[in-house]
């Protein structure tokens, strides 16, 4: 049975406080973009394995050794993933967008 979870790539109640803070304070830490840019390279490879994930549990299925169940909650846990990376991608370039028409 597949266990992964999303708990593991969104930040937690924690990370989300302490970068609302740094921007409050209007913090020129440059380790602040290396945090986000860290955070986004574990989503993606967090959507990666659950493609993956979900394939190798559909060829287990096919040839008998898995479960239809298990199969049917590692592609439905990997499309939400991507859903969800998907969203991301669309407020990230609607906020550039937004940002690019402010008058300078």
């Known amino acids: 049975m597949i266990t992964n979870g999303i708990s593991g790539v969104l930040p937690t109640g ?5 970068a609302a803070d740094r921007t409050q304070r209007g913090s020129d830490d440059p380790s602040a973009g290396a945090e986000f840019g ?5 989503l993606l490879s ?10 190798e ?3 287990n299925m096919a040839d008998g050794s898995g479960d239809v169940h298990d199969a049917m909650i590692a592609l439905q846990r990997a499309e939400m993933m991507l ?3 998907v969203q991301m ?3 990230l370039v ?3 967008q937004e940002i690019m ?3 300078v």
């Open 94 to 96: 609607q906020a550039y």
């Open 57 to 59: 549990a559909v060829l």
């Open 101 to 103: 028409r402010m008058p």
């Open 83 to 85: 859903q969800l990376t």
């Open 14 to 18: 924690k990370a989300i406080t302490a």
């Open 38 to 42: 860290d955070s986004l390279r574990r």
């Open 46 to 55: 967090s959507v990666e394995t659950s493609g993956t994930d979900a394939n």
């Open 89 to 91: 991608r669309n407020k």
